[in-house]
């Protein structure tokens, strides 16, 4: 079974999201959910990812799959 990637600290997601071309993505596994700062980010840990979309500065700006399931995050500027 392959190691899961070291995780992004959540400071670091953070300076990530501040940049213009950057989104959190939720994204399906066979693993399970898992989020990521693309691009040129990296996996982001699931505690911190449920950290930053409560912050009130990160908006969702599509659904997923199905309506109303958001599955891309920015920071609004």
Not at 54 to 70: M, T
């Amino acid at each position: 079974m392959k190691a899961k990637s070291q995780a992004l600290r959540f400071r670091q997601a953070l300076e990530l999201l501040h940049r213009t071309d950057t989104r959190l993505m939720l994204m399906h596994s066979r693993d399970g959910d898992e989020f990521y700062i693309l691009p040129r980010g990296g996996r982001v840990d699931a505690r911190d990812a449920q950290k930053i979309l409560e912050r009130p500065d990160v908006r969702s700006f599509d659904d997923g799959l199905f309506p109303g399931h958001a599955q891309q995050w920015r920071m609004c500027r």
